[in-house]
């Protein structure tokens, strides 16, 4: 009976304990829980199903002495297309010596940046891969240009000049990156709001935005990426484009609009 009674209370005990370690163990899990929705909310691990090489792409003047590299975080950058499911892969940036930027003033002209760098780069060296340039101050409101639907066309530039910071160079990157990829402008014949996202035609580089809309986020999936990760090849030709994919993709949108002040 004593055995027996102690038994029991050793039992209770064990119970008592064992509720204890539940209780510390749910709580434990209750915490991990809310930290798991909180760090997932913000660092949800990505699955890729798709990758793209971007090529960036130093445009240099004076021989080399002057060059205009895209600048870009690409952490920052990469978070930007997780949701998409797109892993970039960032080569170390090329060179053009004695490009020839057609200026207005002291500043560059944005859509002959894009075609000269477009026509001195073709045809590209490798399939797979997107080019980006970078550009000196530019002349007008645009800071970066690229063709859209354009992964058979794929070119872009951007001013590449210490005036834009670190986040605004990499919005304005995404935001190129996003046109070339099939993305249109936010709120241009589609429901996403018109500001706020990277896609918006109209931004502020004192506040540049991070996240895609979901209409963009909707065409950058779509977009027809080689395959998945893991899948590039190295350099093969990229083929030409068809022509009625060039007349219906090939036009040229304007990305970050700065606003200058007046006067
Ligand atoms: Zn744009």
């Not at 510390?24 to 793209?52: D, F, K, M, N, R």
């Not at 971007?54 to 002057?66: E, F, K, W």
């Not at 080569?91 to 894009?114: C, H, K, M, T, Y």
């Not at 895609?212 to 999936?221: D, Q, R």
């Amino acid at each position: 009976m004593t055995l027996w009674i102690r038994a029991r209370l050793a039992a209770a005990g064990a119970r008592r304990r064992s509720r204890a370690a539940r209780r510390l163990a749910a709580a434990a899990l209750g915490a991990g829980l809310i930290a798991g929705v909180g760090a997932g909310a913000a660092h949800a691990t990505p699955v890729y199903t798709s990758e793209l090489a971007v090529q960036r792409v130093s445009l240099c003047t004076d021989a080399g002495l002057t060059c205009f590299t895209p600048r870009l975080d690409a952490t920052l950058l990469q978070a930007m297309y997780d949701p998409t499911g797109i892993l970039l892969l960032l080569p170390a940036p090329i060179q053009i010596l004695n490009f020839s930027f057609v200026f207005e003033g002291a500043e560059a002209r944005l859509e002959d940046a894009l075609s000269e760098f477009a026509d001195a780069m073709r045809p590209p060296a490798a399939a797979h891969t997107a080019y980006m340039g970078g550009t000196p101050e530019i002349f007008g409101s645009g800071l970066g240009l690229a063709y859209v639907g354009a992964l058979y066309y794929p070119f872009g530039v951007v001013q590449a000049t210490d005036r834009l910071s670190l986040a605004a160079s990499t919005t304005l990157f995404a935001h190129e990156l996003g046109h070339i990829l099939g993305a249109p402008h936010d709120g241009d014949g589609n429901t996403a709001p018109t500001s706020g996202f990277i896609m918006a035609s109209v931004s502020t580089p004192a506040s540049p935005a991070t996240e895609f809309s979901g209409v963009s986020l909707l065409a950058l999936e779509g977009a027809q990426l080689p395959g998945a990760p893991g899948s590039l090849t190295g350099a093969t030709a990229v083929p030409l484009p068809a022509p009625g994919l060039l007349a219906l993709g090939g036009l040229g949108a304007l990305a970050l609009v700065r606003r200058r002040a007046k006067g």
